[in-house]
C-alpha cells in the first residue's frame, strides 16, 4: 500500500514541474500599437515643410537637358615657351665693356645689350677698310679685269667676315661712311623679348660661344599640368582649355593641348600635359599658378543653375521635390559651366524639379534631423 502510494506521490510532482516549465516558456503578448509608433521617421536627406520652415521660401524649376561639353578638371603652372629662347652669345673673343640691359628689361630684335673689345673684331675692321679702298682704286683706273675682280672678291670676303664676328648691316654701314674703326663690336638682341638671364659682368672676358644673356620671347607661354589615369582615354591634341589665375581675378584665359607626354610620371602616376597659351600684352607671367577645365567632347546632362548646387564635403548634392512639400537631397555628379550654370552629367534620373533658391535652409534642416 506504501508503495502505491508513493508512486502516486513522484507523478504528481512531475505533472507540477512540467506545468511551471511550460508556463515559463510561453510567449509575451504583442503590445497594442501607439500612435507614435504607427509614423515612419523622416530619413536624414529628406526635408518636409511639417518640421518647422515654410514652403514659400522655397523656389524650384526644371533641369533643362541640353548638350554641354565633357571636360577634366585641371591645375597647373605657366613656363616659358622654350621654343622662343634665344642666347646672345660672342661671335669673337674678348672683354665685355658696357652692358645696355640687364635681367628683366624687354627689349627689341636688333637693339644693342652690350659690347666687346676684340683685337680680332679690329682687324676685320681694317681689311675692309682696306678691302674697299684697293677695289675703288682699282675700279677708277684701266687696270685688268681680272685684277678688279680679284679686289671684288677681296672685299666681299672681308665683309662677310666682320658679319660672321656679329658685325650687324647698320654697324658696317657706319664705318664705311666714316671710314674709321669702332674699338668695341656691338652684341645685338636676336630677337624680341625679355631679358631672362645674365652670365657676365662688365669686364668679363669671352670665349667664341659663351653665352652673354638668354631671351624670351613671351608672346606665347606653355602651360604644364597632370591627368589621371581615368582621364588618359579622353586626352586629343588641339583641345581647347580655358582658365583664370587668382593674380587676375574676373579674367578667363585660353589655349590648346600641344603636347601629351608618351610615358606616364613614375613619381605621380600621372600623365604630363602641355598647352600653348598665347600671351599678348604679357598679362600673363611665368610661374603663375592656374585652375581651369579641358574641354574633351559633348553629351548631353541635365542643366540647373549654379545656386541649386551643394558642395558638401567633396561632394555635390541638388535638392529635389518629390512631394507636394517634400524634397530629397540627392547626391549628384556634374561639372560648372563657363555661364553661371552646372552640367549634371550623374545622379538625376529623371527631371524632377530642383530647388533653386532656399537650398541652403533645406540643407541645415537636413541636417538637424
Known sequence: MKRWFSLAALVLVALAVGFAAGHRAAPPLAAEPTAQAETAPVAADVVQSEQGFSSDFVKTAMPQRQTVPDSIPVTGKLALDKQQLRIAAARVAGRLGRIFVFEGQSVSAGQPLAEIYSPDYLSAENELLLARRFRDTLSAGSSDATLREDAAETYRAALNRLKVLGAAGQDIAALEKSGQVDQYLRVRAPISGVVTQRNVDPGGYLN??????????????????????????????????????????????????????????????????????????????????????????????????????????????????????????????????????????????????????????????????
Request: charged share 15%; net charge negative.
Open 208 to 369: 667664341i660661344g659663351d653665352s652673354l644673356m638668354t631671351l624670351a620671347n613671351t608672346d606665347t607661354l606653355w602651360l604644364y599640368f597632370n591627368v589621371y589615369d581615368a582621364d588618359y582615354a579622353a586626352l586629343k591634341l588641339g583641345q581647347e582649355l580655358s582658365f583664370h589665375t587668382s593674380a587676375l581675378p574676373g579674367e578667363t584665359f585660353s589655349g590648346h593641348v600641344a603636347f601629351i607626354a608618351p610615358s606616364v610620371d613614375p613619381n605621380t602616376h600621372t600623365l604630363p600635359v602641355r598647352c600653348d597659351i598665347p600671351n599678348p600684352g604679357m598679362r600673363l607671367r611665368p610661374e603663375m599658378f592656374i585652375s581651369g577645365t579641358l574641354k574633351t567632347a559633348e553629351s548631353s546632362a541635365w542643366v540647373v543653375p549654379r545656386s541649386a548646387v551643394l558642395r558638401i564635403a567633396d561632394q555635390d548634392y541638388l535638392f529635389v521635390q518629390d512631394g507636394e512639400r517634400r524634397y530629397r537631397r540627392t547626391p549628384v555628379q556634374g561639372h560648372a559651366l563657363e555661364t553661371d550654370q552646372y552640367a549634371v552629367t550623374g545622379g538625376l534620373a529623371a527631371p524632377l524639379p530642383v530647388v533653386v533658391d532656399g537650398a541652403v535652409l533645406l540643407n541645415q534642416m537636413a541636417g538637424s534631423n
